[in-house]
């Protein structure tokens, strides 16, 4: 009996040291990941979130609609900050007639810019009865005050520059710079960082001709020539360039963007390795009304003004949104991910038929029966004329960030899932209404950042990346520099070839 004690006990003290051993090897897990977190700055009991427009045109440039009619419909659309950013033309005022004679008269030549302009003057009212006054405050700002108790501000010196070029479009504010010459990337980025203003690369994918992909998997694969070159480019201008901010990745009815998440995620894989982020953006890019709410950008700010908004822009203190995705593989893996949560609802129908849509027209033009070079061109979306046909849209009301625990938790409203991406690949999908993860249990998948996109039957809300140990990345790698020769002009070429080869290849039956 004492022999069974002895034993008995040496087994105890055994299973003490090693329940010991694992809970110092579990607590040596938590606590191992720095967390850089783009909201640190907000204050959630007291910051507002301001729907903006930051990319719109008018028949100042290239667009349908006047001014006026183009802020009436922002003002419809729930819009609190609006700028116009007519090609390679400086927004100066809503107030009288702004233009840039040269452009608008060269577009008029080949019926890209017609009818009169039409601006708001001091006062006056829209056509749905609205009236308003636009004046501007003592800080400097333009304002629209509406008679229903609104205020809609004006984000000054709004352009889309490098009207000449082929689609290498980067929109700028704060900053009265534009080039009526023909213009590269290089040009535009370079003059507006000397001049102090802020940017972004628009709609890359209509540069790359990513937007013809029919595949993810073959949209800017480093195994082609051509794509590791326009990622080197751009990797190159976010490097040199610290008024360049990143990418929009998601605008109009998101045809042409809807792979360029996949090259968000490739510059965000490469400066995250450097402990430095690539933000992104998400607009309209609306030339008729009924585009306009497609896409935008959550700004979270204490006041409403150009300088809080630009702050916010610098800082990643905002969220990129549209009622639009057109990413085949992202709709499937939500299609997934709400018949496992929610079962076989309305909105699983919906994003499902939209899967089915987007898989029956692959295969037609796979198979011959839809023209080469057709697009995919089938997007999920909850607009009808223009305007919502639901009344929620997901949002998020905090960022939690437990650096003892290595957890990020999203508190949304309006959600339905949470989808977690680190170097380009999905690590987890949780719900809304638990939107946390914990770093240690992707470990062994996780790169040097984390991002999340909140999906909900009104649209999708992307947060900017969470930077994972960004200080000793910064020390080890933020030396490094690309070698890279920029062909400029002549570039858009390689994209071209590349998709008229691609054509071809689908043409002969030969899927590339």
């Not at 329940?19 to 990941?33: H, P």
């Not at 419809?76 to 400086?90: C, K, L, N, P, Y």
């Not at 636009?134 to 800080?139: E, G, I, L, T, V």
């Not at 004329?385 to 949002?395: I, K």
Request: aromatic residues 10%; glycine residues 6%; proline residues 1%.
């Amino acid at each position: 009996m004492k022999n069974a004690k002895k034993i008995l006990s040496v087994f105890l003290a055994v299973l003490m040291c090693l329940s010991a051993v694992v809970t110092v090897s579990a607590a040596a897990q938590n606590g191992s990941y720095t967390i850089s977190n783009p909201y640190k700055s907000v204050d959630w009991n007291t910051v507002k979130q301001y729907k903006t427009a930051l990319h719109s045109h008018t028949n100042a440039s290239d667009g349908d609609p006047t001014l006026k009619e183009s802020v009436q419909r922002h003002v419809e659309t729930g819009f609190d900050i609006v700028a116009t950013t007519d090609h390679g033309t400086v927004n100066y005022t809503w107030e009288t007639v702004n233009e840039n004679k040269l452009i608008h008269e060269a577009l008029s030549l080949i019926g890209r810019s017609e009818g009169e302009l039409e601006y708001l003057g001091k006062d006056g009212s829209f056509e749905n009865g609205i009236s308003y006054s636009y004046a501007k405050a003592d800080n400097g700002d333009d304002y629209l005050s509406l008679s229903n108790g609104r205020q809609i501000l004006r984000l000054p010196y709004g352009i889309e520059n490098n009207a000449l070029s082929a689609n290498a479009h980067v929109n700028s504010w704060f900053t009265d710079y534009h080039d009526n010459s023909l213009t590269t990337y290089e040009d535009a980025i370079s003059s507006i960082d000397k001049a102090g203003g802020i940017c972004v690369i628009n709609h890359p994918g209509e540069y790359t001709k990513a937007r013809y992909e029919l595949r993810a998997e073959n949209a800017y694969s480093e195994n082609s020539a051509v794509y590791r070159y326009y990622i080197n480019k751009y990797a190159d201008l976010l490097d040199r360039y610290d008024g360049c901010l990143g990418i929009d990745m998601n605008s109009k009815g998101d045809n042409r963007t809807r792979f360029d998440r996949i090259l968000w995620d490739k510059l965000l894989t490469r400066f995250a390795e450097k402990g430095e982020n690539v933000l992104a953006i998400a607009s309209s890019d609306a030339h008729q009304l009924n585009v306009i709410d497609t896409g935008f950008t959550m700004l979270l700010m204490n006041s409403l003004t150009s300088a809080e908004a630009r702050k916010s822009l610098e800082n990643g203190a905002f969220f990129a949104a549209s009622h639009c995705i057109g990413n085949p593989e992202e709709l499937r893996e939500i299609a997934s991910a709400l018949k496992e949560f929610y079962g076989e609802t309305d909105v699983y129908k919906k994003v499902r038929s939209t899967v089915d849509e987007l898989d029956t027209r692959l295969a037609d033009i796979e198979s011959g029966k839809l023209s080469a070079d057709s697009s995919l061109s089938v997007t999920y979306s909850v607009l009808k004329d223009g305007f919502t046909t639901v009344d929620t849209f997901p949002s998020v009301s905090s960022v939690e960030i437990d650096e003892n625990e290595d957890t990020i938790r999203l508190n949304t409203k309006d959600a339905l899932i949470v989808r977690w991406i680190s170097d380009g690949k999905l690590i987890a999908v949780t719900k809304a209404d638990d939107a946390v993860i914990d770093l240690n249990d992707y470990a062994g998948t996780l790169g040097n950042y984390v991002r999340a996109e909140v999906f909900g039957e009104g649209g999708i809300l992307y947060t900017q990346a969470f930077l994972l140990n960004a200080e000793e990345n910064a020390a080890a790698n933020g030396s490094k520099k690309q070698s890279f020769f920029d062909y400029g002009f002549i570039d858009c070429l390689f994209a071209i070839f590349k998709n008229w080869f691609d054509i071809l290849a689908r043409k002969f039956g030969k899927v590339c």
